[in-house]
């Protein structure tokens, strides 16, 4: 055994370059492949991360929209009858519309959202969304015509001069102070809102309430536990069958499984693509060894003919390729992981946020190893068989 | 001379046949993934033009800025109005304008309700021409909506197959609900047209001004110019008169106008985007194939040591030396490039014959033109050429002595 591998390491140092080639072939490969598993990894952490933050206890109800926009809006009857259902601890309602704000000489069109004026439902919201503050103060039940801007609003995102705490911004022909800098939330979406007073969103708006979605707790901890009862409380309130709902309940869970669903499809996309360099390079270590085998099928014979069975012919091949796949996953996974690590730190930067980082686990790096064990000795197959059945008389003789 | 090389290379790469087929397959597998991801782009991409290029080169596009996606005047902050179409009307270098609304409506029929996309007829025989010039499809059944038509509805070819929403075809003459309001359906339309078209409910729009209760507003107005070439006075006169109606101020206002080239573009830069993201990764392949080429050729080299040493004895230069490799690898790549070319094609073909399978035609298409068929040759040869420029130059710069003496 030790022998074996001896043996393949003297031979493959024999032809550095054209092993060095093929060990790069396959680290190319190796590499991609971790790299984009890792990163995918380390997103479906993040945004399971961000989901435990939304709090397993929650359930959310939309109504069923196309594009959007809804023909049969969530009301406050709706929010009256879910909150009486058994196992709602609390409940309130979130309004949000495009707005114009103006701010300097420009002007810009970003989501506007209400925020509760009762303090237990502000808190509820203010937790599902995440909507601390890091400059100024969050919004509170007093207040009229104050807001709270999002992150983008410090950084020369939407408008060329920044917004500080104190300033007054121009809401829909309205004036409103700044109270409030939110946490930076890493996306465009969340980070350009500007977050009202329920009561000045209504004045603003001028007209009936009409929720865009309904955060409900259960009283358990359990969101599980009250979607059902939720669900059939609004099919009565609001007159539908089952089946025909105008609306859709989800707890934290059925989101992120749906968000897990779209990330996975799109990793396996990236992967199977990286995958193909994997093909192209194993099919250079096949080139490789029937190279090898030809160069060498003088010293097969020899070897033969002093008494070296066929099997012995065909592991001292194998072994030599395994060993060029395995060097080559060493390589890629090393690699592969740096990369990751750069394009994660890069990414933090960039955002500002974490939802995207680098994972390692052991069975990441093993599996990256044993791939590149196995590639190579797949690929060296068809050559090793080659020249264990070489015919020693044959090989002998040849030039 | 040149021809000469070529064979040369041809000979050899025949004597190997084994190598050079497994660093061809090396290159081709590369290849087929580049021209497949691209050719599904570009078909993508000319998806979408056929869809916007309905509307005419000779339109514009006036919508009301909001913080939302999906169809234009929905969730807005400042809608556009019946006065806001006069003025486009009455706007130089246009020679017509009509408004459209498009909006959800909650449709209830066969005791299931659903969402679907509800849209208006304009009144006036200039505006539906415009209008049915834009949908481009003739009634299959029955009519379009006309002025006067109340609570009548013509709908989208869809509807009119079993597995639609409802789970039952509806057909002229049926009755279904819209908003709760009972609505007759007077006409289907022939299954061309766009994807939109085919799900749409289409309404006259006094009749849908009153089902959705909405007197004033238009989700998008649509105004052809007098002509092609004073597109863009055309949209700088309609801006002008929107700013000074609407009482907004240049650079803020809270309107669009766009051609349906801007749109077009909009919708180019995300999809190129994503299919070079994609070619970036496959093209990782082709650089392992390259490899893999540089390796089949130092091994030529080095098995073919002797040979080098006579043709040098026999009065060959650096430079013909030089030449035969490259020659070689550039085939090696050429080849490969071939055979990519042609499984990239069959490939992406598959690829739409499964999609249009899953998601229904007219979605996926792929576009193989003769540019990409030729820079990927051209490419394939470059690659091996690169490939092989470091060995072929090893060979070249052997010592004829020490070459014989191998």
Excluded: C
């Amino acid at each position: 055994m030790k022998e074996y591998l001896s043996l393949a390491w003297e031979n493959l140092s024999h032809r550095k370059k054209r092993a060095w080639l093929t060990i790069i072939g396959i680290f190319i490969g190796i590499m991609a492949v971790i790299a984009l598993v890792s990163l995918g990894q380390g997103l479906k952490k993040g945004v399971n991360e961000e989901f435990e933050k939304l709090g397993v206890d929650k359930v959310f109800v939309q109504p069923a929209n196309l594009f959007g926009n809804a023909p049969t809006p969530l009301t406050e009857d709706d929010l009256d009858r879910v909150r009486g259902v058994r196992g709602v601890a609390e409940a309130t309602g979130v309004q949000y519309g495009s707005g114009k704000v103006e701010w300097g000489d420009e002007i810009n069109f970003p989501y506007i959202v209400s925020s509760p004026s009762d303090d237990t439902e502000r808190a509820l919201l203010s937790q599902t969304w995440q909507l601390e503050v890091v400059a100024g103060r969050e919004l509170e039940s007093q207040d009229q015509f104050k807001a709270v801007v999002g992150f983008d609003y410090t950084r020369r995102e939407l408008f060329q001069d920044t917004i500080q705490v104190g300033d007054r911004i121009t809401v829909n022909n309205a004036t409103f102070t700044v109270v409030g800098i939110r946490k930076r939330i890493g996306n465009a979406m969340d980070d350009q809102q500007v977050i009202i007073p329920e009561d000045t969103y209504n004045e603003l708006f001028a007209g009936e309430v009409e929720y865009d979605m309904l955060i409900i707790r259960a009283a358990s901890g359990n969101g599980n536990d009250i979607a059902k009862p939720v669900e059939r409380a609004l099919q009565s309130e609001r007159d539908v069958k089952p089946g025909d709902e105008d609306f859709s309940v989800s707890t934290a869970e059925d989101i992120q499984q749906s968000v897990e669903q779209v990330l996975g499809i799109i990793q396996i996309v990236l992967t199977g693509v990286a995958a193909i360099s994997l093909l192209v390079g194993t099919v250079g270590i096949t080139n490789t060894m029937y190279t090898a085998v030809l160069e060498r099928t003088k010293e097969i014979g020899i070897m033969k003919a002093v008494g070296a069975t066929n099997n012995a012919i065909l592991s001292i091949f194998l072994f030599e390729s395994a060993m060029l796949g395995l060097i080559g996953g060493i390589v890629g996974v090393v690699l592969g992981l740096a990369i990751s690590f750069g394009v994660a730190a890069a990414a933090q930067h960039a955002l500002g946020t974490s939802i995207i980082q680098a994972y390692v686990s052991w069975w990441l790096i093993l599996g990256g190893l044993l791939f590149g064990t196995v590639i190579g000795s797949l690929a060296g197959y068809l050559p090793a068989r080659q020249a264990a059945h070489m015919k020693p008389v044959d090989s002998l003789r040849y030039e | 001379m040149r021809l000469e090389y070529a064979k040369l290379g041809l000979k050899n790469l025949r004597h190997r046949q084994l190598r050079s087929w497994l660093t061809m397959i090396g290159i081709f597998i590369g290849i087929a993934t580049v021209v497949s991801l691209i050719a599904l782009g570009a078909g993508l991409k000319a998806a979408i033009a056929s869809q916007f290029g309905a509307l005419g080169n000779d339109r514009l596009v006036i919508s009301a800025k909001s913080a939302t996606f999906g169809p234009p005047g929905q969730d807005v902050a400042a809608p556009l109005t019946k006065a806001d179409l006069k003025v486009v009307e009455r706007s130089q270098y246009v020679k017509t304008a009509t408004g459209r609304l498009l909006q959800p409506a909650q449709v209830e029929f066969n005791d299931k309700k659903a969402v679907v996309f509800a849209a208006s007829m304009p009144e006036d025989a200039e505006g539906r021409a415009l209008v049915l010039e834009v949908l481009n499809v003739d009634t299959a059944e029955g009519r379009y909506p006309e002025s006067g038509d109340r609570l009548r509805a013509t709908i989208g070819s869809k509807y009119a197959t079993k597995d639609n929403v409802f789970e039952k075809p509806i057909r002229v003459g049926d009755t279904v609900y819209i908003q709760g309001k009972k609505i007759e359906i007077i006409g289907i339309l022939d299954s061309g047209g766009s994807e939109q078209t085919k799900d749409a409910f289409l309404m006259d729009e006094d009749a849908m001004r009153e089902v959705f209760d909405n007197p004033e507003e238009y989700s998008v107005i649509v105004a052809q110019v007098t002509s092609v070439d004073d597109m863009d006075f055309a949209a700088e006169a309609i801006a002008k008169n929107l700013r000074s109606s609407r009482g907004v101020d240049e650079r803020k206002e809270d309107f669009t106008v766009e051609t349906a080239q801007d749109i077009i573009n909009s919708f180019n830069t995300i999809i190129m985007g994503v299919t070079a993201f994609l070619v970036g990764i496959a093209a990782i392949s082709l650089l392992v194939g390259g490899i893999g080429i540089m390796n089949t050729m130092y091994t030529a080299v080095l098995e073919r040591t002797k040979e080098i040493g006579i043709m040098k004895a026999v009065g060959a230069t650096n430079e013909a030396i030089l030449s035969i490799f490259l020659f070689e690898s550039g085939m090696l790549g050429l080849a490969g490039g071939l055979i990519g070319v042609l499984l990239g094609f069959l490939f992406s073909q598959l690829v739409v014959f499964a999609g249009s399978a899953a998601l229904g035609p007219g979605i996926l298409s792929a576009n193989i033109s003769w540019q990409l068929i030729l820079s990927a040759l051209g490419f394939s040869f470059t690659v091996g050429a690169v490939a092989g420029t470091l060995p072929a130059y090893e060979a070249s710069k052997l010592q004829p002595v020490e070459a014989l003496r191998e």
